[in-house]
């Protein structure tokens, strides 16, 4: 059994759903109910068409669902005949589906929620942890939307800023290792530069790319993460920073800045130094201050101590850390960081330890724990 298959296959089919008149949650769940069925059947009796397969079961879930909810009466009406088996087009779905399931009847942060339940394929508590927000808050948000849009014809699609917001979301789970959606993001993102001219858009591209670069050199054989600062960037992607170099120069020159242009001008930064001496922080700093200025996002701001830090030193990062709210996520990994800079090596071993406990996963929490054992070993010399 194929399950990359299926899961590759699931936007088209849901996609084929929704146009045919189902409304988003019921088409999900038909869709839902027609894997659980592939998983069942296929093994013993594989399709020659898969999608085929799973359009006309997954729609046969539909009308039967639609049959037996006597609410739902009015659209049973105007449902059609069954569509037949047969081969479905090979078109990729998944960017369209995007646009439509951010729809103009969801605030964009339910709907950039819905979507990355519903096609990107995170779990609630990964799309929680992406807001800082508390699981159970993001679960009746979901479930919030899909009652919006039960019963909704899904023929407006949503606008782009909403669907960027989604695709950034997806790539940054995917990089961070938990799920492996990075790849998948940065085609999407491609297809929408490709289809759209706006610089945003060529912003999230460039900003994919440039983090995408040092994808290689992130971890280190064992599995352990590898500090920025410690990367061998003999191992980062030239081609790759070339790329994003090159399409955010260009986007840059239409002076229609945005947060995504800059944060890939502080990726292009980091990639630009040949070494992590080299960088230039007092010039990191600058477009943090920009991008503050467009976003007033909190993790912006923590990032943005960290810049302080290495540009001014670091009581001058852990003056900026203090104005910030200490429950931020990697707020403590920080603070660690910069006592260890400013040579205060107790507070950092210790402040280590409390972070490597807040650690969203299994490679972020062994890091700060070898960091912490690492300055208590140095300590008892």
């Not at 931020?328 to 990994?333: C, E, G, Q, S, V």
């Not at 660690?336 to 406990?357: K, N, S, V």
Request: aromatic share 4%; net charge negative.
């Amino acid at each position: 059994m194929n399950e990359a298959l299926l899961r590759s296959l699931t936007p088209s089919v849901l996609t084929v759903l929704v146009r045919r008149g189902a409304d988003f949650a019921a088409a999900e769940d038909a869709v839902q109910d027609a894997l659980v069925e592939a998983l069942r059947v296929w093994p013993a009796d594989p399709p020659r068409d898969a999608k085929g397969w799973l359009v006309t079961v997954a729609w046969r879930k539909f009308l039967d669902a639609t049959r037996a909810d006597t609410a739902r009466r009015r659209r049973e009406d105007r449902v059609e005949e069954e569509p037949a088996p047969g081969p479905a087009a090979a078109a990729d779905d998944t960017l369209q589906l995007y646009f439509l399931c951010a729809h103009p009847s969801l605030t964009p942060a339910s709907a950039v929620a819905l979507t990355l339940r519903a096609v990107g394929g995170l779990t609630t508590r990964q799309i929680a942890e992406a807001y800082l927000v508390p699981e159970a808050t993001m679960a009746q948000r979901i479930s919030r939307a899909k009652r919006t849009v039960s019963g909704v014809r899904f023929d407006r699609p949503g606008d782009v800023a909403t669907v960027l917001r989604v695709l950034y979301l997806v790539f940054n789970e995917g990089y961070s290792g938990d799920v492996d959606l990075a790849a998948e993001a940065i085609r999407l993102t491609r297809q929408l530069a490709a289809a759209i001219d706006h610089p945003e858009v060529a912003g999230l591209l460039a900003l994919m790319l440039l983090h995408h670069a040092r994808r290689a050199a992130r971890t280190a054989p064992d599995g352990s993460l590898v500090p920025l600062a410690e990367q061998d960037r003999g191992r980062w992607d030239t081609g790759l920073i070339a790329e994003g170099v090159g399409i955010l120069q260009a986007a840059l020159a239409r002076d229609r800045l945005g947060e995504f242009q800059a944060q890939a001008a502080i990726a292009a930064l980091h990639a630009d130094a040949p070494t992590a001496e080299e960088t230039d922080w007092v010039q990191i700093v600058e477009w943090y201050d920009e991008l503050a200025r467009l976003t007033d996002s909190p993790v912006v701001r923590l990032n943005r101590a960290v810049a302080v830090g290495e540009a001014d030193g670091p009581r001058a990062g852990l003056a900026a850390l203090a104005a910030l709210d200490a429950a931020l996520p990697r707020h403590t990994a920080v603070a660690a960081y910069l006592h260890e800079r400013d040579g205060d090596l107790p507070t950092a071993a210790q402040l280590y330890a409390e972070a490597a406990h807040k650690a969203p996963n299994l490679a972020e929490r062994d890091h700060l724990t070898r960091q912490a054992a690492r300055l208590n070993a140095h300590r008892r010399r």
